[in-house]
């Protein structure tokens, strides 16, 4: 395979390797940079995520193999290769160990990102309220959407900022938000049409359950 195919398949890997986190990198570059809605926009790719993530792998071993096989195969040769000026034709960065471990760091990173993807979320401010025991209400929101600990942080962050908020919680693999709240100051729909208008999930049942 020629160098300039074996980029192209080398920068294929990468580009997958970025996909199957972008739906865990929307969510966070939506909270970091406070735009409302765009959370979910790349969710659809989520069904796709564990091929993204084997194509991705498939890839750079074969790219790792391609230049193993190479540099043995120049070892075994034990010839120099000289270019047109009689200087040793040393073969480029792009061809180098270097630049396919950097490469393969980077994907590492991407791949990895949903595990890590909490840490980018500003934490919500720790406001003391005080509330009445009779009005402390808790309701048990179910969203549509969430794919990765990044969703959660997102939507939970988006429940925890509000100030008649007393405690928040999240589950993407439930599906589910818990909140408690002071119900004299806000109503479930209320907090449920904030979630939906700040993160772009769409709340497909809400309850008060205690």
């Not at 890997?13 to 996909?19: S, T």
């Not at 865990?24 to 993530?53: D, K, N, Q």
């Not at 994907?107 to 720790?126: D, T």
Request: net charge negative.
């Amino acid at each position: 395979m020629s160098t300039k195919s074996n980029n192209k398949l080398i920068g294929a890997g990468v580009l997958a390797a970025i996909a199957s986190s972008l739906c865990c990198i929307v969510p966070v570059i939506a909270a970091v940079a406070s735009v409302s809605g765009i959370a979910a926009s790349a969710s659809w790719l989520e069904p796709a995520r564990p091929y993204l993530i084997w194509f991705t792998v498939v890839v750079l071993g074969f790219a790792w193999y391609q230049h193993v096989k190479n540099k043995r195969a120049a070892v075994e040769c034990d010839c120099e290769t000289t270019s047109p000026g009689g200087g040793e034709d040393r073969p480029s960065f792009f061809q180098s160990a270097k630049f396919l471990g950097i490469v393969t760091v980077f994907s590492a990173i991407m791949l990895a990102f949903p595990y890590y993807s909490g840490v980018f979320f500003p934490e919500s401010e720790n406001i003391t309220i005080v509330v009445s025991e009779e009005n402390i209400a808790e309701g048990r929101l179910e969203i549509k959407g969430m794919t990765c600990t990044g969703c959660e942080h997102h939507v939970t962050k988006s429940l925890a900022d509000q100030k008649a908020v007393i405690e928040a919680s999240s589950s993407y693999k439930e599906g589910l938000a818990i909140v408690k709240f002071d119900k004299s100051r806000t109503t479930l729909a209320e907090l449920s049409n904030i979630v939906e208008e700040e993160t772009g999930y769409k709340v497909i049942n809400q309850e008060i359950v205690n």
